[in-house]
């Protein structure tokens, strides 16, 4: 069995827009993705790693734990041997009380990436291959999302620009979110239960190719 790590924000633990209600294990994009992998015939398992509020390496002023480099290395030591890590952060880093910009953010996940590559791992476990998804980006934040994301639709454009830069540095895998999925309009930020189904089956795709290609290369070796 493969192991997965999905480490994100609340747009991966998946709060319901408009509320602090939480979607199901099963219409996450995690437990979607989960599902369809299974379903193809990958044995996997998803291990979710996803903290409202956590940003890439900032701390929030107003709740602890919610810088995402903190304890990290930690976190994949628990949870080794991994078959793939992917990081979805980014979004949290725009808030109003940080003057953030694409390119720092992008920088945060790379920290995140080197850290992942420098965990405390058991000496006969491969360090995993990480890929890296660019969130869809803020929009229009209404409701309670309104003052804590003000300025972050301008702030946060470029940001898949800055992170697919990263990931071709750091030599890891890079999707973008935003080509799928959208957030909600009900509060600008996070996504409806049907942007989960869609963004799960097209990670699952991902995913499921990347094993695929993964195989083939092990059994040329």
Known sequence: MQ???????????????????????DRRWPGVMEQALIKSGHSVRLIEDCLNGRRTVWDDPFKPGRNGLVGFEQRIEVNSPLALVVLMLGTNDFQVAHNTNPWQSAQGTAALVRAVRRAPIEPEMAVPPILIVAPPLT???????????????????????????????????FFDAGK??????IDGVHLDADQ??????????????????????????
């Open 196 to 221: 989960h189904a869609k963004l799960g089956a097209a990670m699952a795709d991902i995913v499921g190719r990347y094993f695929a290609a993964s195989r083939g290369a092990a059994s040329q070796g």
């Open 3 to 25: 192991q997965i790590l999905v480490y994100g924000d609340s747009l991966t633990w998946g709060i319901v827009p408009g509320s602090r209600k939480r979607l199901e294990f």
């Open 139 to 173: 929009k229009s934040p209404r409701g309670e999302m309104a003052e804590k994301f003000a300025g972050a639709e301008q702030k946060s454009k470029g940001l898949p620009r800055e992170l697919e830069k990263v990931a071709k540095e750091l030599d890891c895998g």
């Open 180 to 185: 799928v999925v959208s957030v909600s309009k």
